[in-house]
C-alpha cells in the first residue's frame, strides 16, 4: 500500500521488481482528502482513468455524497492497483467552485444563466432551421475522448443517421488517429494488435517518440519494476529530449525534428542487410516485402545520420538490438503521430514488426498507443473518421449491414465521400459551409493549431456554435448555447483503453447543480428532432447507460471490435476485459494477430489504404490486386524533407507536447491544487548549447514566435538537442484575465499560437511537432526559475540554485549532466 509516498516529488513510486515472464505483482495506491480516514469512506464505487490512456482501475471513495479519495484495483490486469498523479489528484476537480450548474445563452453579446428548456430549445431550432435551408452539410459534431462509448456511439446514430451529416469528428484527430491509420494501412483495420502483459515478456522495449514516463505513467512503472527485476529489458528511446525513459536507455536516439522517417528507413535497411529478417512469417502472412527491401536499399545509418543528425554508429546499435531481440514490444505516440510524415513513419514500425515475425506471441508486438482516455471508443464507435465497427465507408456492403442494425436506409448513411476530418470541418466552418459547430468535452480555442485563426472562426456571426462541458473553457467563451455536463464519477459509462481493455465506471456522486450526463443531453436532443427509423420507430430506443451499450453490441456483433460478449455486470465483477470479447473469446483477447492476420481481406477490410504521400484513397480494384489473399501489407515510404524548415529569421525548430502532470488543455488537472502547483504556468524548454549561444539562463523571461504567432514564457535550461525548443501545449488563457485569449492585458501563453495549420495527407492529424521559430529575450529572471517541473523530461541540466520544486518542497531535483541528452547521442 502506498499512500503516504509523495507521489508529485516521487511520480512512480516505489519499486516491486519483477522478472521476466512473471505476473506484475499488486501495489495499491491511494489518496484521500485531507481529514478522511478509510475506515470512514462509507462506499468505494468502481471505475477507471479519464485523464490519460491507460484505463486504470480504480475505486472512488464517497462520504456524505462527495468524492473523498481513490484507491488502485490491485486485481485489474492493467495496473494492478498502481495509480499515476493524475489519477490520484484529479478527481478533485470535479468539486471545482467555477463548475457550470445551468445552462448559458447568448444575450446582446452576453453569456446569461438559463434553463434546459430555453437552451436546447435554440439548439433544436437552429438545426431544424439549417437542415431546412441548407441541408445535413451545415451541421457539425466535434466532440471529445474523454466521454463514455455509449455517449459517442448514441452521438454517431443521431448524427450520421438522424442529422445526415458526414461532419463529425473527436479531438482523438489530434492524438491518435495516426495510430488507427497505421493499423489500417498495415493490418487492413484499427485494433491494438499487442497488449501491455508484453511488457512482462519483451527482452527489448522500442519507444517510437512516447514519453511513457509522462503519458502512461503506470506502464512506466511496470517497466522500472521489470528493469529492477531478474532479466531486465534493454530500452531503445526515440526522442528529441532527455525523458525518463531516455535516461533509462540502452541506447537514445535524439533526431532533428522530422525525420523520423529516414531514421526508421535505416533501421530496416541494417535489419535486412544482416538478414534479421524471418522470411516463413513473410511468405505466410505478408505482401510487398520486396518493394521495402529495394526501397531501404541504400538508406544506410551514415546516409539517415546526416539527416538525422544522430550518430551512424548509434544507429547501427539500435539496430543490432531491434534485429537480435528474442521477443521485441514497440510502442509509438505524439513524438511520430504529430510529426511530418507521421503515417509513413508509424507504418514503418508496423514493418519492423512484421519483417521480424514480432507479433501475436507473448512479448512480441506493437502499440500504436493513445492520448486520449477514450480515444479507442472513438474509433470504434464512429464518432471520428469511420463508420462504427470498422466498417468501411467504400464497402457498399458494409454500409447496408450498418443500416441494417440501425433499421434506416443506406442512403440515409452519407458515404459518398470520407467522413470529414476535425480540421477540414473548422475549414468549412471557416468558409462558411458549415453553420452549426456542437463542441463536446474538448476545447479547441486551446488544442488546435494556429489559434488566432481558430479564434477567428469561432467568433464568426453566422457560426452558432454550442459547447457541452463542465467549465466555462475559452472554447464555450466564444458559444451562444453553453451546456453543462456531467463528468467521471457523476455518471455511468464504459471505456476502453490503449490495448481494448474494456471497463466500467459507475456513478459515485450526483453532478451539480442542472448539470447532465453527456448521453441525456444527446438523448435529448434526438428526442425534440424526432429522429425516426424507415418503419417510424424512434431512430434511437435506448434511455440509459445500460441499454445503450446493449444497441452497441449489437453493432459491434461480428466485428473486429466485438462486445457481444460483455455486460455490465460481467465488468463489474472481473474488471478490465480486452476485446473482442464473443462465443469463440468468452474471457477476452489477450492479443490480436496470434494465427494470422485477420481482418485484411478485401471484403472485411476497414479501409482500401491510402498513399502515405498524398493521402489519396486506393479503390477496392486497387487493393484486391494488390492483397487479394488478406494479407498484412509492408509499405514502404521514402523520407521527405519537412514542410516548414529553420531559417535565418526563425532559426530553431519548436516542438510541443505533455507533462505528467497536466492532461490536455488542463480544464480538470489546472484545478487540481497538487497538479498545479507541480506546474503552474508555461514554460520553454531550450538546450544548453544554444543558452549560451543566446546568452540566455535558467528563468529568464523569453518570447517564442513563428510565423503565425507568439507567446512569453520562463526558460528552462535542459538537455534537450541543439536547435531545438519545447513548449508544453496545456496552456490557454481561461485562468488569465483575458479568459479566452491574449489581449493588451495577457500576451501569449499557448503553444499553439504558434502552431501550424498543416496535417499528415493519410491519417489528417496535426502536425503539432513541425514548426521554425524565433527566440528572443523579454527580460532577464534574475533569481527565478521557469515554472517546470524537475521530476520529469524538464529537469534542468544544472540543478544548482533551482528550487527542489517549483510549487514546494516535494520534487527532487533530477539527476543532471548524466542523464542528458548529451551522452545519449551527442552530435555537437
Not at 485489474?76 to 484529479?90: A, C, I, M
Not at 511496470?222 to 532527455?242: A, F, H, K, Q
Not at 464512429?382 to 447496408?400: E, I, K, M, S
Given at each position: 500500500?502506498?499512500?503516504s509516498?509523495?507521489?508529485?516529488?516521487?511520480?512512480?513510486?516505489?519499486?516491486?521488481?519483477?522478472?521476466r515472464?512473471?505476473?506484475?505483482?499488486a501495489?495499491?495506491?491511494?489518496f484521500?482528502?485531507?481529514g478522511?480516514?478509510?475506515?470512514?469512506?462509507?462506499?468505494?464505487?468502481q471505475?477507471?482513468?479519464i485523464?490519460?490512456?491507460?484505463?486504470?482501475?480504480?475505486?472512488i471513495?464517497v462520504?456524505?455524497?462527495?468524492m473523498?479519495?481513490?484507491?488502485?484495483?490491485?486485481t485489474?490486469r492493467?495496473?494492478?492497483g498502481?495509480?499515476g498523479?493524475?489519477d490520484?489528484f484529479?478527481?478533485?476537480?470535479?468539486?471545482?467552485?467555477?463548475?457550470?450548474?445551468?445552462?448559458?445563452?447568448?444575450?446582446?453579446?452576453?453569456?446569461?444563466?438559463?434553463d434546459?428548456e430555453?437552451?436546447?430549445?435554440?439548439?433544436?431550432n437552429?438545426s431544424?432551421e439549417?437542415?431546412?435551408?441548407?441541408?445535413?452539410?451545415?451541421?457539425?459534431f466535434y466532440t471529445?475522448?474523454?466521454?463514455?462509448l455509449?455517449e459517442?456511439y448514441t452521438?454517431a446514430?443521431l448524427?450520421?443517421?438522424?442529422?445526415?451529416?458526414n461532419?463529425?469528428d473527436?479531438n482523438?484527430?489530434?492524438?491518435?488517429?495516426t495510430?488507427?491509420?497505421a493499423?489500417?494501412?498495415?493490418?487492413?483495420?484499427?485494433?491494438?494488435?499487442?497488449?501491455?502483459?508484453?511488457?512482462?515478456?519483451?527482452d527489448v522495449?522500442?519507444?517510437?517518440?512516447h514519453?511513457?514516463a509522462e503519458?502512461?505513467?503506470?506502464?512506466?512503472m511496470?517497466?522500472l519494476d521489470?528493469?529492477?527485476?531478474?532479466e531486465?529489458?534493454?530500452?531503445v528511446c526515440?526522442?528529441?529530449?532527455?525523458?525518463?525513459?531516455?535516461?533509462?536507455a540502452?541506447?537514445h536516439?535524439?533526431p532533428r525534428?522530422?525525420?523520423?522517417?529516414?531514421l526508421?528507413n535505416a533501421?530496416?535497411h541494417e535489419?535486412?542487410?544482416?538478414?534479421?529478417?524471418d522470411?516463413?512469417y513473410l511468405?505466410?502472412h505478408t505482401?510487398g516485402?520486396?518493394?521495402?527491401s529495394?526501397?531501404?536499399k541504400?538508406?544506410t545509418p551514415?546516409w539517415?545520420?546526416?539527416?538525422c543528425?544522430v550518430?551512424a554508429?548509434?544507429?547501427?546499435?539500435?539496430?543490432?538490438?531491434l534485429?537480435?531481440?528474442?521477443?521485441?514490444?514497440?510502442?509509438?505516440?505524439?513524438?511520430?503521430?504529430?510529426?511530418?510524415?507521421a503515417?509513413?513513419a508509424?507504418v514503418?514500425?508496423n514493418n519492423?514488426?512484421?519483417?521480424?515475425?514480432?507479433?501475436g506471441r507473448p512479448?512480441?508486438?506493437v502499440?500504436?498507443?493513445?492520448?486520449q482516455?477514450t480515444a479507442?471508443n472513438t474509433?470504434?464507435?464512429?464518432?471520428?473518421?469511420d463508420l462504427?465497427?470498422?466498417?468501411?465507408?467504400q464497402n457498399?456492403?458494409?454500409?447496408?449491414d450498418?443500416?441494417?442494425?440501425?433499421?434506416?436506409?443506406?442512403?440515409?448513411?452519407?458515404?459518398?465521400?470520407?467522413?470529414?476530418?476535425?480540421?477540414?470541418?473548422?475549414?468549412?466552418?471557416?468558409?462558411?459551409?458549415i453553420?452549426?459547430l456542437?463542441?463536446?468535452?474538448?476545447?479547441?480555442?486551446?488544442?488546435?493549431?494556429?489559434?488566432?485563426?481558430?479564434?477567428?472562426?469561432l467568433?464568426?456571426?453566422?457560426?452558432?456554435v454550442?459547447v457541452?462541458?463542465?467549465?466555462?473553457?475559452?472554447?464555450a467563451?466564444?458559444a451562444?448555447?453553453?451546456?453543462?455536463a456531467?463528468?467521471?464519477?457523476?455518471?455511468?459509462g464504459?471505456s476502453?483503453?490503449?490495448?481494448?481493455?474494456?471497463?466500467?465506471?459507475?456513478k459515485?456522486?450526483?453532478?451539480?447543480g442542472?448539470?447532465?450526463?453527456d448521453?441525456?443531453?444527446?438523448?435529448?436532443y434526438a428526442?425534440?428532432?424526432?429522429f425516426?427509423d424507415k418503419?417510424?420507430g424512434p431512430?434511437?430506443?435506448w434511455?440509459?447507460?445500460?441499454s445503450?451499450?446493449?444497441?452497441?453490441?449489437?453493432?459491434?456483433a461480428?466485428?473486429?471490435?466485438?462486445?457481444?460478449?460483455?455486460t455490465?455486470?460481467?465488468?463489474?465483477?472481473?474488471?478490465g476485459?480486452?476485446?473482442?470479447?464473443?462465443?469463440?473469446a468468452?474471457?477476452?483477447t489477450?492479443?490480436?494477430y496470434?494465427e494470422?492476420i485477420?481482418w485484411?481481406?478485401?471484403d472485411?477490410?476497414?479501409?482500401y489504404?491510402?498513399?502515405?504521400?498524398?493521402?489519396a484513397?486506393d479503390?477496392?480494384?486497387?487493393y484486391?490486386?494488390l492483397?487479394?489473399?488478406?494479407?498484412?501489407?509492408i509499405?514502404p515510404?521514402?523520407?521527405?524533407?519537412?514542410?516548414?524548415?529553420?531559417?535565418?529569421?526563425y532559426?530553431?525548430q519548436?516542438t510541443?507536447?505533455?507533462?505528467?502532470?497536466?492532461?490536455?488543455?488542463?480544464?480538470?488537472?489546472?484545478?487540481a491544487?497538487?497538479?498545479?502547483e507541480a506546474?503552474?504556468?508555461?514554460?520553454v524548454?531550450?538546450s544548453?548549447a544554444d543558452?549560451?549561444?543566446?546568452?540566455?539562463?535558467e528563468?529568464?523571461l523569453v518570447?517564442?514566435?513563428?510565423?503565425?504567432?507568439?507567446?512569453?514564457?520562463?526558460?528552462?535550461?535542459t538537455?534537450l538537442?541543439?536547435?531545438l525548443?519545447?513548449?508544453p501545449?496545456?496552456y490557454?488563457?481561461w485562468?488569465?484575465?483575458?479568459?479566452?485569449?491574449p489581449?493588451?492585458?495577457?500576451?501569449?501563453?499557448?503553444?499553439?499560437?504558434?502552431?501550424?495549420?498543416?496535417?499528415?495527407?493519410?491519417s489528417?492529424?496535426?502536425?503539432?511537432?513541425?514548426?521554425?521559430a524565433?527566440?528572443?529575450l523579454?527580460?532577464?529572471?534574475?533569481?527565478?526559475?521557469?515554472?517546470?517541473?524537475t521530476?520529469?523530461a524538464?529537469?534542468?541540466?544544472?540543478?544548482a540554485?533551482?528550487?527542489?520544486t517549483v510549487?514546494?518542497?516535494?520534487?527532487?531535483?533530477?539527476?543532471?549532466?548524466d542523464?542528458?541528452w548529451g551522452?545519449?547521442?551527442?552530435?555537437?
Amino acid at each position: 500500500m502506498e499512500s503516504s509516498v509523495d507521489r508529485i516529488g516521487d511520480p512512480w513510486g516505489g519499486r516491486v521488481p519483477h522478472g521476466r515472464g512473471k505476473r506484475w505483482p499488486a501495489r495499491v495506491d491511494t489518496f484521500l482528502a485531507e481529514g478522511v480516514d478509510p475506515a470512514m469512506v462509507q462506499e468505494w464505487v468502481q471505475a477507471a482513468s479519464i485523464l490519460h490512456s491507460d484505463g486504470d482501475a480504480m475505486d472512488i471513495a464517497v462520504l456524505d455524497g462527495r468524492m473523498v479519495g481513490v484507491r488502485g484495483l490491485a486485481t485489474d490486469r492493467v495496473n494492478r492497483g498502481r495509480l499515476g498523479p493524475k489519477d490520484l489528484f484529479g478527481w478533485q476537480a470535479n468539486a471545482s467552485p467555477d463548475r457550470l450548474t445551468r445552462p448559458l445563452v447568448r444575450e446582446g453579446g452576453r453569456l446569461v444563466e438559463s434553463d434546459w428548456e430555453t437552451a436546447m430549445g435554440r439548439v433544436v431550432n437552429r438545426s431544424q432551421e439549417l437542415l431546412k435551408d441548407r441541408g445535413p452539410g451545415s451541421l457539425g459534431f466535434y466532440t471529445s475522448g474523454q466521454l463514455f462509448l455509449e455517449e459517442y456511439y448514441t452521438l454517431a446514430v443521431l448524427a450520421r443517421a438522424g442529422v445526415g451529416t458526414n461532419h463529425l469528428d473527436g479531438n482523438t484527430r489530434l492524438c491518435t488517429s495516426t495510430a488507427a491509420e497505421a493499423l489500417k494501412e498495415s493490418f487492413g483495420c484499427d485494433g491494438q494488435p499487442g497488449s501491455y502483459d508484453d511488457i512482462d515478456h519483451a527482452d527489448v522495449i522500442a519507444l517510437f517518440g512516447h514519453n511513457l514516463a509522462e503519458t502512461q505513467p503506470v506502464q512506466w512503472m511496470r517497466i522500472l519494476d521489470r528493469l529492477e527485476g531478474t532479466e531486465p529489458p534493454r530500452l531503445v528511446c526515440v526522442d528529441p529530449r532527455p525523458t525518463q525513459v531516455a535516461r533509462r536507455a540502452t541506447v537514445h536516439l535524439a533526431p532533428r525534428l522530422g525525420t523520423n522517417v529516414a531514421l526508421l528507413n535505416a533501421l530496416l535497411h541494417e535489419i535486412i542487410r544482416t538478414d534479421r529478417v524471418d522470411h516463413a512469417y513473410l511468405q505466410a502472412h505478408t505482401v510487398g516485402y520486396e518493394e521495402l527491401s529495394a526501397r531501404v536499399k541504400d538508406c544506410t545509418p551514415a546516409w539517415a545520420a546526416g539527416i538525422c543528425d544522430v550518430p551512424a554508429a548509434r544507429i547501427g546499435k539500435a539496430a543490432d538490438l531491434l534485429g537480435t531481440a528474442d521477443r521485441l514490444l514497440s510502442t509509438v505516440l505524439q513524438g511520430v503521430y504529430q510529426s511530418h510524415q507521421a503515417t509513413a513513419a508509424a507504418v514503418q514500425v508496423n514493418n519492423l514488426h512484421l519483417v521480424r515475425g514480432m507479433l501475436g506471441r507473448p512479448g512480441a508486438g506493437v502499440l500504436q498507443m493513445n492520448g486520449q482516455p477514450t480515444a479507442q471508443n472513438t474509433r470504434e464507435c464512429g464518432a471520428n473518421g469511420d463508420l462504427p465497427g470498422f466498417r468501411n465507408w467504400q464497402n457498399d456492403t458494409h454500409v447496408a449491414d450498418l443500416a441494417n442494425v440501425w433499421n434506416v436506409e443506406p442512403s440515409s448513411i452519407p458515404h459518398y465521400a470520407p467522413p470529414t476530418h476535425a480540421m477540414q470541418m473548422f475549414r468549412y466552418a471557416e468558409q462558411g459551409s458549415i453553420r452549426m459547430l456542437w463542441v463536446s468535452g474538448t476545447n479547441p480555442a486551446v488544442s488546435l493549431p494556429e489559434l488566432a485563426r481558430v479564434r477567428s472562426i469561432l467568433a464568426q456571426e453566422r457560426l452558432f456554435v454550442v459547447v457541452q462541458d463542465l467549465f466555462l473553457t475559452e472554447t464555450a467563451q466564444f458559444a451562444d448555447v453553453v451546456l453543462p455536463a456531467a463528468t467521471w464519477g457523476e455518471k455511468t459509462g464504459t471505456s476502453t483503453n490503449a490495448d481494448r481493455t474494456v471497463h466500467v465506471s459507475d456513478k459515485a456522486v450526483d453532478p451539480p447543480g442542472e448539470a447532465r450526463p453527456d448521453l441525456d443531453i444527446f438523448l435529448d436532443y434526438a428526442a425534440r428532432m424526432d429522429f425516426r427509423d424507415k418503419d417510424g420507430g424512434p431512430l434511437i430506443s435506448w434511455n440509459d447507460p445500460e441499454s445503450a451499450f446493449e444497441a452497441w453490441k449489437r453493432c459491434s456483433a461480428g466485428r473486429p471490435c466485438d462486445y457481444t460478449g460483455l455486460t455490465y455486470a460481467k465488468l463489474r465483477e472481473a474488471g478490465g476485459i480486452q476485446w473482442p470479447v464473443n462465443e469463440q473469446a468468452p474471457d477476452g483477447t489477450e492479443r490480436l494477430y496470434t494465427e494470422g492476420i485477420s481482418w485484411a481481406h478485401p471484403d472485411m477490410c476497414e479501409d482500401y489504404g491510402k498513399d502515405l504521400v498524398t493521402g489519396a484513397a486506393d479503390s477496392v480494384d486497387v487493393y484486391r490486386s494488390l492483397n487479394p489473399g488478406g494479407k498484412a501489407m509492408i509499405k514502404p515510404a521514402e523520407y521527405l524533407p519537412p514542410h516548414e524548415e529553420p531559417s535565418e529569421e526563425y532559426p530553431f525548430q519548436l516542438t510541443t507536447g505533455r507533462t505528467l502532470y497536466h492532461f490536455h488543455t488542463r480544464t480538470k488537472t489546472g484545478r487540481a491544487p497538487q497538479l498545479n502547483e507541480a506546474a503552474p504556468d508555461v514554460w520553454v524548454e531550450i538546450s544548453e548549447a544554444d543558452a549560451a549561444v543566446e546568452g540566455l539562463a535558467e528563468g529568464d523571461l523569453v518570447e517564442v514566435r513563428s510565423p503565425r504567432g507568439a507567446l512569453r514564457g520562463r526558460l528552462r535550461v535542459t538537455g534537450l538537442r541543439p536547435g531545438l525548443l519545447f513548449v508544453p501545449f496545456h496552456y490557454g488563457y481561461w485562468d488569465t484575465p483575458a479568459g479566452s485569449g491574449p489581449d493588451a492585458t495577457t500576451l501569449g501563453r499557448a503553444a499553439n499560437e504558434t502552431t501550424i495549420t498543416d496535417w499528415d495527407p493519410a491519417s489528417k492529424q496535426p502536425l503539432f511537432k513541425s514548426a521554425a521559430a524565433a527566440l528572443t529575450l523579454v527580460e532577464r529572471g534574475i533569481g527565478d526559475q521557469a515554472p517546470a517541473p524537475t521530476t520529469t523530461a524538464s529537469a534542468p541540466m544544472t540543478p544548482a540554485g533551482v528550487r527542489a520544486t517549483v510549487g514546494g518542497p516535494r520534487a527532487r531535483v533530477s539527476q543532471a549532466r548524466d542523464t542528458a541528452w548529451g551522452t545519449a547521442g551527442d552530435n555537437r
